[in-house]
Nanobody
Framework: VQLQASGGGQVQAGGSLRLSCAAS????????MGWFRQAPGKQREFVAA???????KYGDSVRGRFGIFRDDTKNMLYLQMNNLRSEDSAIYYC????????????????WGQGTLVTVSS
């Protein structure tokens, strides 16, 4: 599985960005894909993911502001980020997991290269 994330950039607080993740490879299921982020000096943090049955899950800090979307015909995963805050600044990674729990970074076998999001206040 290969993952290519894009769409990061610099935005002012209150603004919006949309991240994209292009996925390819065998044994690929968007139901097992998600987004994490990592700020300098911090652990990788769960942001959002799809789960079996097409149910999206969100981290507490982004719920209500971020939305995870998908285009199965193109094997694309998206993260729409609204009302951005300075604490959302991080490198954002898309990942594809095996059979583990969606909330844990250790469940993800494949990662994209990451895309940097910087929110200025």
């Amino acid at each position: 599985v290969q993952l290519q994330a894009s769409g990061g950039g610099q935005v002012q607080a209150g603004g919006s960005l949309r991240l994209s993740c292009a996925a390819s490879g065998q044994d690929l299921s968007i139901d097992r894909m998600g987004w994490f982020r990592q700020a300098p000096g911090k652990q990788r943090e769960f942001v959002a993911a799809w789960t079996a049955g097409g149910s999206p899950k969100y981290g507490d800090s982004v719920r209500g502001r971020f939305g995870i979307f998908r285009d199965d015909t193109k094997n694309m995963l998206y993260l729409q980020m609204n009302n951005l805050r300075s604490e959302d600044s991080a490198i954002y990674y898309c990942g594809a997991r095996g059979s583990g729990y969606y909330l844990l970074a250790s469940s993800y076998k494949y990662w994209g290269q990451g895309t940097l999001v910087t929110v200025s206040s």
